[in-house]
């Protein structure tokens, strides 16, 4: 809290008088006027000078803060001017200089036809790029509404792709900031751009395989009731059955083992860390093949699907968890794959 002893002794002497002026008690006051020698008496009541000077101050005061409000726009809108000129300038020169191969213009003696030739090639190129750039940015856009849509159907929440995009920010990945510097690419071209470039690294962080090749699924993600208690819970993950007799299970995406041991629920459960603060779970297996700290790409085998630990029958359980929060495995791999076979076979 500021005091009126730590603002300088000018500014607490006008606080001072404000204060006073606003909470003074006013008395009655007469006025006295002599016209022609008759005598006029004036009153002017206590409430009615502090109602004047009140509403003096409060008109005083919007008044400062208007004009402080128009000066500061002013200043901002000098600034903003100033800063498309320094961009249509560097626009100019960066197509004077591509229109001259690279050569300085102090270097070239242009005649008056070699001038308005220039101009001309200056001209066209100029009109190229924004109608490229124009172009692009509508692709552009239509690919974020795309993914957009995919994510909303995979059911990430707001705060699991966060959870993503602040892994990605943590993991050493910096800001491009060839967009800002690039005097075309400016303004809603790059605010499209970045877009689609933070929704392509949600997109890529998510596995793109099931741990089984051919499976069935037994259980799916979401309320139900556990198969051994009856009792109604949340099933964080999918159970898988295997539709053939290769029981190996293999991770959704590459990474590394942090966690290769029996838990008392679980059985034999493997936890695979991904990038961008994604993990799998697989649990109820038979056997554990990998231990912590172990690289392990989609090709290579974690375990076997088993019967460990609380389970009913042979089958494979399968958590995708971001942040620690369980996500729908089957949704989010068949967003993923979806989006990655777009951008991998481009119409």
Not at 147 to 168: A, C, F, H, R
Request: net charge neutral; aromatic share 6%; proline share 4%.
């Amino acid at each position: 809290m500021i005091t009126l002893g730590t603002v300088p002794t000018k500014m607490r002497v006008f606080t001072r008088f404000l204060v006073q002026s606003w909470t003074r008690e006013y008395q009655d006051a007469r006025i006295i006027l002599e016209q022609n020698g008759d005598l006029r008496y004036l009153n002017i009541p206590a409430s009615l000078q502090r109602l004047f000077v009140r509403c003096t101050m409060v008109t005083t005061g919007l008044m400062l803060v208007i004009i402080i409000f128009l000066a500061s726009t002013s200043i901002n809108l000098f600034t903003s001017r100033a800063r498309l000129e320094r961009s249509h300038e560097e626009v100019y020169r960066a197509l004077l200089n591509s229109a001259l191969d690279g050569k300085d213009v102090q270097d070239v003696q242009l005649s008056e036809d070699q001038m308005v030739a220039l101009a001309q090639t200056i001209r066209d190129r100029d009109m190229s790029i924004r109608r490229f750039v124009d172009t692009s940015m509508v692709a552009v856009t239509q690919e974020n509404d795309t993914m957009k849509s995919q994510l909303d159907s995979s059911g990430l929440t707001e705060k699991i792709v966060k959870i993503i995009q602040q892994n990605s920010a943590n993991g050493g990945l910096t800001p491009d900031n060839t967009l800002s510097d690039n005097p075309l690419l400016r303004g809603k071209v790059a605010d499209e751009l970045s877009t689609n470039r933070a929704l392509r690294e949600v997109l890529y962080a998510l596995p793109t395989s099931m741990p089984i090749i051919n499976y069935s699924v037994s259980s799916d993600f979401g309320i139900r009731k556990h198969p051994v208690t009856g009792i109604p819970h949340f099933h964080t993950g999918v159970d898988l059955l295997t539709a053939t007799n290769d029981d190996n299970v293999h991770p959704v995406k590459p990474g590394i083992i942090v966690m290769a041991e029996y838990h008392s629920t679980y059985g034999n459960t493997v936890v695979v860390r991904h990038t961008n603060g994604v993990e799998s779970l697989y649990a109820h297996l038979s056997g554990i093949i990998v231990k912590v700290g172990d690289k392990v790409s989609m090709d290579d085998i974690i375990g076997k699907i088993g019967n460990s630990g609380v389970s009913t029958g042979k089958h494979l359980h399968l958590e995708i968890l971001v942040g620690g929060y369980p996500v729908n495995p089957q949704k989010v791999i068949r967003t993923a794959q979806y989006v990655q076979q777009i951008h991998q076979n481009p119409q």
